[in-house]
């Protein structure tokens, strides 16, 4: 998508901290980062948001996962605890519509949800 700030990161047209690459997977830094651990994990293919997530998506979404479990245990928060977030629509206030998860932690994240 030409006009996503996402594809654009995957597309090395927008520079970015990248912490894990694969054929499928990009992890970069935030650029905006809430905690002292901060990591963006997307699809590299172009999936708006949960909402967009089909049968054909499952072995790449459960990836996403276990690239995840990966990046909180290098990042060094795999055992003192981290939070997952993706953003979903509107309500969700999701402001870039390429379907990512943040991976959140290195310090105390308090009990909020929502
Ligand atoms: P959302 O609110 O859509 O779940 O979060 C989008 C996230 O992408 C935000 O945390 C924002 O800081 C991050 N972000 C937006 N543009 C860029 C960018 O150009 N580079 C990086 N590294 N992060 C970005
Ligand atoms: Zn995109």
Known sequence: MTDCIFCKIVAKEVPSQIVYEDDGILAFKD????APVHVVIIP??????????????VKLIGKIFVVIKELAAKMGVANTGF????????????????????????????????
Do not use: C, M, W, Y
């Open 31 to 34: 650029i905006n980062p809430v």
């Open 44 to 57: 590299k293919k172009h999936i708006l948001n949960i909402n967009d997530i089909t049968e054909q998506d």
């Open 83 to 114: 939070r997952i977030v993706a953003n979903s629509g509107s309500d969700a206030r999701q402001e870039v519509d390429h379907l990512h998860f943040h991976l959140i932690g290195g310090k105390e994240l308090g009990n909020k949800i929502g």
